[in-house]
T-cell receptor, first 114, second 113 residues
Framework: AQSVSQHNHHVILSEAASLELGCNYS??????LFWYVQYPGQHLQLLLK??????LVKGIKGFEAEFIKSKFSFNLRKPSVQWSDTAEYFC????????????FGPGTRLSVLP | GAGVSQTPSNKVTEKGKYVELRCDPI?????LYWYRQSLGQGPEFLIY????????DSGLPNDRFFAVRPEGSVSTLKIQRTERGDSAVYLC???????????FGQGTRLTVV
């Protein structure tokens, strides 16, 4: 079945540590890729998106992600996390050959210790 | 401008009752999506609209669930004969065009007791 997977359920880091959250999808063809963040008590917000072009995309708050087509991956990175990055992170895929909805991964909870 | 607005923010209902959840998308957005999110899980697709028509309702779990968007703007998700398993946060999102970035509302937390 088509799916989106996120490697880590819960990641705990200290402030200033580097972050990488994995995302893999199983859809073929053209895909639009997204990372959303959900801060405690808030709604889902877009961090960054990839439609085409440069596979390294930069988003808000110092986040970036790299699309590797051969690996069906779209990993999220940040060189130095802050306590305020504590949140739930969701990878989402819009695969044009499989409809126009967004399929979300199960999410990764990030806890940053001060 | 205003974001996606969902009402009510919380709804507690008894098993077997009927509920309606409302979504006001961002003005001018043609695509509208409904998702359901259970604790510790990612949003699960229910249905999306392009304009007034339901373009894909394959995510609706059964015929107790129904959604409308009669004028291509506000949408209502309707759940008949609610069951305890329907308890979740129901999310609405809109996007300018299908497949573009979706903007989410705060959600409606539905609790069926």
């Amino acid at each position: 079945a088509q799916s989106v997977s996120q490697h880590n359920h819960h990641v705990i880091l200290s402030e200033a540590a580097s972050l990488e959250l994995g995302c893999n999808y199983s859809y073929g063809g053209t895909v639009n890729l997204f990372w959303y963040v959900q801060y405690p008590g808030q709604h889902l917000q877009l961090l960054l998106k990839y439609f085409s072009g440069d596979p390294l995309v930069k988003g808000i708050k110092g986040f970036e992600a790299e699309f590797i087509k051969s690996k069906f991956s779209f990993n999220l990175r940040k060189p130095s996390v802050q306590w305020s990055d504590t949140a739930e992170y969701f990878c989402a895929v819009n695969a044009r050959n499989y409809g126009q909805n967004f399929v979300f991964g199960p999410g990764t909870r990030l806890s940053v210790l001060p | 401008g205003a974001g996606v607005s969902q009402t009510p923010s919380n709804k507690v209902t008894e098993k077997g009752k009927y509920v309606e959840l409302r979504c006001d998308p961002i003005s001018g957005h043609t695509a509208l999506y409904w998702y359901r999110q259970s604790l510790g899980q990612g949003p699960e697709f229910l249905i999306y609209f392009q304009g007034t028509g339901a373009a894909d309702d394959s995510g609706l779990p059964n015929d107790r669930f129904f959604a409308v968007r009669p004028e291509g703007s506000v949408s209502t998700l309707k759940i008949q004969r609610t069951e305890r398993g329907d308890s979740a946060v129901y999310l609405c999102a809109s996007s300018l065009l299908l497949g573009y970035e979706a903007f989410f509302g705060q959600g409606t937390r539905l609790t069926v007791v």
